[in-house]
């Protein structure tokens, strides 16, 4: 897909470059969620259906439209953080979340070089803390509205580095499936001409990743300026914070190379 980058090796797990203990996590996170929220899926529709009348079906169709803009805003978040404290080095989750941001500023197509396991697993991972309680102690019947937000939000959630991915794909001309093509330019869901203001100087605005649709009252409220001079005070304490040290400013090199090979080509 890249010109200029090469496919990991293909390996029994699939294709990684990362110890194999690493790809086992990741596959068993998969595995786990789609357990768990199918069983959390089936409790929410057998309430929807038991309870349905116009007011619920209402309810239930805004508390689905409030996930698809908390996904958003969540995924803007997580990825200023990310962008912008701590280093690779950071305690616990330097490796982890902090690295893959950081890599991805230097080289924006790695990740349309990554596998499904490999692109999606962190966010299955991160949605079990909350789904698994929901699961153990939420009574879904009489909570259906804030069941459906909780379903609905990891729905997204799972699928935002997907999202990402194919912006990435779309963006250097490579195929998308029609149906994501027609997402992305009805806005659903992130396109590349929206995200690639992000990877433009200077850096510093469309973070989310999602739809995408949060970005501009975000912008229009002056949210990233705030958020960044709260990442510069917390960044004093947190050895390596490009909001401090001023390193921010991640381009799209290789990312430029690409398209101008393929429209050159
Ligand atoms: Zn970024
Ligand atoms: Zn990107």
Not at 44 to 54: C, E, K, N, R, T
Not at 135 to 161: C, E, K, P, R
Not at 207 to 219: D, E, F, Q, V
Request: charged share 15%; with cysteine; net charge positive.
């Amino acid at each position: 897909m890249d010109p200029t980058g090469e496919l990991p090796p293909r390996r029994r797990l699939g294709r990684y470059s990362y110890p194999t203990s690493h790809r086992i996590i990741e596959i068993g996170a998969i595995v786990v969620f789609v357990g768990v929220a199918g069983l959390f899926a089936a409790r929410v529709l057998g309430a929807i259906v038991d309870q349905a009348s116009p007011a619920v079906l209402a309810g239930v169709a805004a508390s689905a439209f409030l996930a698809f803009l908390a996904a958003d805003f969540f995924s803007g978040l997580v990825h200023a953080v990310c962008d912008n404290l701590g280093s690779v080095d950071t305690p616990i989750v330097g490796q982890k979340f902090i690295r893959s941001f950081r890599e991805h500023h230097t080289d924006p197509l790695d990740m349309t070089r990554g596998d499904f396991v490999r692109v999606n697993a962190d966010n299955f991972l991160v949605c079990l803390p909350v789904l698994i309680p929901c699961v153990l102690w939420l009574d879904v019947a009489d909570h259906l509205y804030l069941a459906t937000f909780v379903l609905s939000l990891t729905a997204l959630v799972i699928v935002t580095n997907q999202i990402h991915k194919w912006a990435h794909i779309a963006r250097i001309g490579e195929p998308v499936p029609a149906l994501v093509r027609t997402l992305q330019r009805r806005g659903v869901i992130l396109s590349p001409e929206h995200h690639q203001v992000h990877h433009t100087a200077p850096y510093d605005t469309h973070y989310c990743i999602t739809s995408g649709i949060t970005n501009a009252p975000l912008a229009r409220i002056g949210f990233w300026p705030v958020l960044m001079r709260s990442c510069r005070w917390i960044g004093r304490r947190l050895p390596g914070s490009p909001a401090v040290t001023g390193e921010t400013g991640p381009g799209s090199t290789a990312e430029s190379a690409a398209s101008r090979s393929r429209h050159s080509a």
